[in-house]
């Protein structure tokens, strides 16, 4: 049975999210730079570096090859720093550039094609800071590199039957409060399950 893929999974919303699709009787499987804990026994639990394209491709082939061609990837990783305009080095803004743009270019290639090729698919990315912030210089160019990335990509493959979108949060995420990762993961399930019809390419969570 064909699932989801969550790549990017920590104890915030990329472990919410994969609860909420398991919630719904989709298998899951978990991409993280670390192992991680599976959600129950049937969950497929992969490690891979979003920054390193070959390990990233060789994860998503194993989630295929046990769950099947996933019914929606959600590309969650991102390197999240304070960092002001001068404090990093170049190899410290590639580092952060490979896991908040180039990484999510890659599983799109990796994925896209087929679900457009079946008709069908939901590709959803994790966006924030709707405005630059001078504290945060590499997420500020990262998430707006990967808002125009999601554009582009909904463009090719909308046509196609595939909803491309991206779920912006636009504050600290943190249990209990207005960032609650639960709260946010109801939005990729409603962007997966939106009607073609009404299909948007993002939503604000804040």
């Not at 080095?89 to 679900?115: C, F, I, K, Y």
């Amino acid at each position: 049975m064909a699932g989801a893929v969550v790549v990017g999974v920590g104890p915030g919303i990329g472990r919410a999210v994969a609860r909420r699709f398991a919630r719904e009787g989709l298998p899951v499987a978990l991409v993280a730079r670390r192992r991680v804990e599976p959600l129950d026994a049937d969950t497929v639990v992969l490690t891979a570096d979003a920054a390193v394209p070959e390990r990233l491709g060789a994860a998503l082939d194993e989630a295929a090859a046990r769950l099947g061609p996933p019914e929606v990837v959600v590309y969650n990783a991102a390197l999240v720093r304070a960092d002001a305009l001068g404090e990093l080095s170049v190899d410290e803004h590639q580092r952060a550039w490979a896991v908040n743009v180039l990484g999510a270019l890659t599983t799109a290639e990796h994925v896209l094609p087929g679900m457009a090729a079946r008709g069908r698919g939901s590709f959803l990315v994790t966006g924030g800071m709707p405005e630059p912030v001078p504290g945060y210089v590499s997420l500020s160019l990262g998430k707006a590199a990967a808002r125009t990335l999601v554009d582009l990509l909904d463009r090719q493959y909308r046509p196609a039957g595939v909803h491309v979108a991206m779920v912006t949060v636009a504050g600290a995420v943190a249990p209990g409060t207005a960032f609650d990762p639960d709260d946010i993961a109801e939005h990729y399930w409603r962007l997966h399950t939106q009607p073609r019809e009404r299909w948007v390419r993002e939503v604000v969570h804040g």
